[in-house]
């Protein structure tokens, strides 16, 4: 046994003692105040006996682990009597409510509530210094605890014990915080799902990934997204193998199983996401537009190579798959190509997108930071970009990034003054009446 632990060992007793002391202190001090009660008559001081004497506790403590909940709530309330730093009081009432929680939860939680959250200075987390130890009572009765939450007793407060409790169950069971995902806000779905993430792959939890991944299956799409359910998946074994085997299981999965066939094709994709994107369309082939889209899609978030990546986008794009298109996701993966020495590349591709309104925003990040890195470059780029939208849209970007990263009105003058459409150019201007408002800059 390490040092440290022997000193916490040292120190939960010292407390339970320090608890046993409260309470007899406030039961001495209700027998003052009623001395017709047994516990006034028991400390009553015997002839010969000083005032001193007779306010000091009685030798034999009972221990805490007896007491019933009246008995913690009078300590409870004797806790400020006690001389103690913060540091000291925070671990006493923390031990306080660790063993109340276990004779009345409710009524610690509302004693928990009603202090001051004032530390020492540790971080206790976005739960206070006193919410988390009710962690030991959620996931010993996670039913029960879980009902006195969504009961709303305990206000706003709610909130802050629910995502408690989410890590308390995940922990316990991961199968059970999976089964209450429905019930949970979409604030709290993401929490919840990467607390059974981390639960399901823990060396305690073994052999629940496929249950956990069942329950979460059968939630509805706009609960749990087919997109979630891929980190509890099960592999398919012999993807990269046998790809002909794979996409026949997957084509074998009626039309009850489309979810599961989702799941299945995000997985192939990530199986197949170093090859080619001539070889990724080859693998694609036979399969329903809906399947071989996940399978792109999973391809392209999971590629490394700017090639590999800007070709599976193409084949996204021939695939009419917008609704990946416009996905953050696709920002973020075509940005890190550009931050990493593919800024033109992207750039240059950019231009070949079709144009409509989901690849607008898309075309404007996939040109920003070769425009912002190469001021003078961009120029004759600009200008040999064939006439129509995207070349518009390319000067009016690059009109912002003189504006908004070198401060260079002249530069964006030039360039708002190059496009063609007069209702962007109107449209661009007022971007830039919006730099001129922020920036307190005014014409010569």
Known sequence: MTRRSITLIAASHLLVILLGVLLARQTAATGANNPASDDSLARKAPSGTSARDASRPPRAIRSSKKWNGSEFARAWKAMPDAKLTTGQ?????????????????????????????????????????????????????????????ASKRFGIASGILRRVWIQAAGEKDPR???????????????????????????????????????????LPEDVVTTE??????????????????????????GSGDERLAKVKAMLFGLAIASKSPEEIAKEIQAMPAAIGEEVLWAAFKDGSNP?????????????????????????????????????????????????????????????????RDNMDAAREWMTAIPSGVWRDRAFAEYSQQALNAHNDPAASRWALDQIGDPAFKSEATSWRSQWEKRSGWKPN
């Open 89 to 149: 009081r925070l671990e006493a009432q923390r031990e306080l409510l660790r063993q109340w929680a276990a004779v009345d939860l409710a009524a610690a939680i509302d004693a928990a509530l009603g202090e001051a959250w004032d530390t020492d200075g540790r971080d206790f987390g976005g739960n206070g210094p006193l919410l988390g130890i009710f962690s030991e009572a959620f996931a010993e009765n996670p039913q029960e605890s879980w009902d006195l939450i």
């Open 176 to 218: 059970i915080l999976a089964a209450r995902i429905g019930d949970l806000s979409w604030r709290d779905r993401q929490l919840a799902l990467n607390v059974c993430e981390m639960n399901v792959y823990g060396s305690a939890q073994g052999g629940m990934r496929d249950p956990v991944f069942k329950i979460l299956a059968g």
């Open 228 to 253: 979630q359910l891929l980190a509890f998946a099960a592999s398919p074994e012999g993807t990269l193998e046998d790809p002909v085997a794979m996409r026949e299981e997957i084509l074998r999965l």
């Open 307 to 371: 090639e590999t990546v800007l070709g599976t986008m193409d084949l996204l794009i021939d695939e009419g798959a917008w609704s990946k298109v416009e996905q953050a996701e696709t920002v973020g993966q075509l940005q890190d190509i550009a931050r990493n020495g593919g800024a033109e590349s992207v750039a240059d591709w950019a231009l070949t997108m079709p144009v409509r309104k989901e690849t607008t925003e898309l075309f404007h990040r996939s040109v920003e930071m070769y425009l």
